[in-house]
């Protein structure tokens, strides 16, 4: 741990607060999985962990924080989300692949410039915390100082990161391309400099199937099996017209999940956004791998890509966290994700229950990602990334948190209703890393 999270005081936070203690049933309302503890104190060492839960008040060695009446969550972990294209979020008019030549690749240009990439990354990072989430599997652009900058900001703040320089060496436009050699050896150096130290980690980071070429795959491939303790971040099977791109590309390939299969890409560290247009071949691959969809609704339904199937997920046995995908996300808020993920499942005559959609975003993102020792939950030893939230923010959410008449319908109205102007304090390994006003 870094110095700035061993010099914190010991701190009590009151509050209502929710966590889970294990998967919750898919659609149940009432479920022992869901630990929902009003009006009590929660516990925080000198250490920034968790130290306990009690009804009573605690002692004068205590610096005690009242958010009574407030709701108190494990801060939330967004596992896939782009940091340059906050500038392009809420882009008019496009499916995939137009969008990323209108609008991504000339933003992500810009991060060439290590001022750019550094501005880039310090307002991304509070932008996060500024919505509740404490920790995230981050894109940046194909610039290694990019991937610097995010890392940096992410440790000034003593956040848990995970990223990795984007690899992409074809089908992009002149400055953001990279080569296999030169690649590799950025790859090999950020390793070495941020790959567990603090709380950061590193993502051998694949932007997509079309964007690299066999070698580079395989080079990714390479440095994978060479180290299990790397991530892999990737997209796959997002959008109609891009897996039809793939086939073409990639003629050997029995599926789009197929070509990172074949290069050794998938194992328990991986997490590939969207899996909207896989099949059932695909799906026992993700299950017998380990590897994890960060299912991205609010994307999904901004560039039209498709639904995705979380019942035929769930069957197979893979997990699925949730995440924002911005800047094809159009918010960085994960209630509004959830909440578009309750209404992608509607359209699949599914029903996501509030505690599903919560777990999604962190416990069990958590232990998918190999990190429930450290987050995702209030156990005892975990490091304290919390957050406090207004059960309500304005009338309509006022009146409709008053007439509710059990907890899971208390939190689903505000899971639906709820966003970043809900948000009153976030805690980082202890720490209050954004506080309103
Ligand atoms: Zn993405």
């Known amino acids: 741990m870094n110095q700035k999270t061993s010099q914190t005081a010991k701190t009590a936070l009151r509050g209502d607060l929710l966590d889970f203690s294990a998967a919750p049933a898919w659609g149940a309302e009432d479920d022992a999985a869901v630990r929902f503890r009003p009006n009590h104190w929660l516990l925080i060492d000198e250490q920034g962990r968790i130290a ?74 509070d932008a996060l915390l500024a919505h509740g989430t404490t920790s995230a599997v981050v894109f940046p652009t194909v610039h290694k100082g990019s991937a610097e900058a995010l890392f940096e900001s992410a440790r000034s703040r003593g956040m848990r990161m995970i990223a990795g320089k984007v690899l992409m060496d074809r089908h992009a436009p002149d400055g953001l391309r990279d080569d296999v050699a030169q690649a590799e050896r950025d790859c090999v150096d950020l390793i070495q400099r941020f790959h567990g130290r603090d709380r ?15 070698e580079q795959l395989a080079m990714a491939g390479a440095l994978c099996k060479a180290d299990p303790t790397l991530y892999m971040q990737t ?8 897996v039809d791109w793939v086939a073409q590309l990639f003629p050997d390939a029995r599926s789009y999940l197929d070509v990172y299969a074949r290069e050794g890409l998938l194992h328990p560290r991986a997490v ?27 994307s999904n339904l901004f560039l039209g890509s498709g639904l995705f199937d979380w019942t035929a997920a769930r ?24 909440a578009d993920g309750y209404k992608v499942q509607a359209l699949g005559g599914r029903r996501l229950s509030a505690w ?77 890393r954004f506080r309103r006003g």
């Not at 997209?235 to 891009?242: I, L, Q």
């Not at 969207?274 to 994890?292: K, N, P």
């Open 52 to 125: 306990g839960i009690q009804a009573e008040e605690p002692g004068p060695e205590y610096q005690r924080i009242d958010h009574a009446g407030k709701l108190i969550l494990p801060g939330f972990i967004d596992t896939h989300v782009h940091c340059p294209q906050l500038d392009v979020i809420a882009s008019y008019g496009s499916e995939l692949l137009d969008w990323l030549n209108r609008y991504t690749f000339p933003a992500e240009r810009r991060y060439a410039d290590p001022a750019v990439a550094h501005e880039g990354a310090e307002r991304f990072v």
């Open 315 to 338: 069957e197979a046995g893979f997990a699925v966290s949730s995440a924002s995908d911005v800047g094809g996300g159009t918010s960085l808020s994960m209630q509004r994700t959830l």
């Open 200 to 214: 950061l980690a590193y993502a051998v980071t694949v932007r997509f199937a079309p964007t690299s070429t066999p």
């Open 235 to 242: 997209h796959v099977a997002e959008n109609r017209a891009e």
């Open 356 to 432: 599903a959609a919560l777990h999604s975003a962190t416990r069990g993102a958590a232990k998918a990602l190999g990190l429930g020792e450290e987050i995702g939950s209030f156990e005892t030893g975990r490091l304290a990334d919390v957050c406090v939230w207004d059960w309500a923010h304005g009338p309509v959410a006022e009146q409709r948190d008053t007439v509710a008449r059990e907890l899971h319908e208390r939190v689903f109205a505000w899971l639906l209703l709820s966003d970043e102007r809900n948000l009153a304090q976030a805690f980082v390994a202890g720490r209050s």
């Open 272 to 298: 590939l956004a969207h899996g909207i247009w896989l099949d059932e071949a695909d799906r026992r691959v993700l299950a017998r791998t380990g590897a994890q969809i960060a299912h991205c609704p609010s």
